[in-house]
């Protein structure tokens, strides 16, 4: 959803993001009939990877900036593909804003707080999932008064990007984090950008202080089911509130109190 006006955005396996206004002029016979959206961009159009780069992949998840390019005009939105891609796009005038390949960094256990080599977990999905590149990105979530955005991979880390930033995924990417044993698959930021709270077909959520980029509380709160486990957090705007939906069919919502 767009952060203020009534626009629903969306992405399938084609590599389209489409945009669907939720308050229309169009009048139909039934509530059942089809509404096309008012515009589709297509990553394929927007970028065309080099023979050195990884493959585009496919649109996996988007998010909007409050801030982008201002406060008062908030018309950028930021995608993510299952091989790492980024595309910062105009919604206005459907042009790439920026790009951002895959993340280059050795995938090793170097900085792993939580040793996963010596952690065998029979629940745990096939590294890198069927169809996801190593460095796929499953959810993104963005600072609420920086150009800073989050970004939940498959190789278990979120990565902090400055999206203001040109010149490839080393100049761009300002950090990462081991965060989850298995694959990032959910995560958001409080509105006042002072923790992270992510989801991860481990099944545990995991609250980080964004300042030191320490875990301070780990709850392990969904069931494993067809290897997939917890698939959205959200935290409430105003109230000490943040809620958990897995694949074991249940939402679950807790207190900070």
Sequence with gaps: MHPSEPLLTSVDVASAISFWPLVSDVITESPLDVIAP????FLNDLINPTSIEPSLGRATCLTYFANRPDPSNATQCLVGTNTGWLALIDIETGQLVNKIPPASEALDQDQDPFNQTAIQDSNTITFPASGWGPRGIHALTVYQTFSLAISGHEDRRIRFYDVARQGGSNSACVGT???HLDAVTCLTVDPHDLYVLTGSHDS??????LETRTCV???TCHRVKNNESVHAV??????PFSAS?????????YTSQ
């Design 177 to 179: 984090t081991v965060t």
């Design 217 to 219: 509380q780990e709850i």
């Design 38 to 41: 008012s515009r589709s961009v």
């Design 204 to 209: 545990s959520i995991r609250l980080w202080d």
């Design 245 to 253: 939906g897995g694949a074991d069919a249940i939402c679950k919502v």
């Design 234 to 239: 959200a935290m409430h705007p105003t109230l």
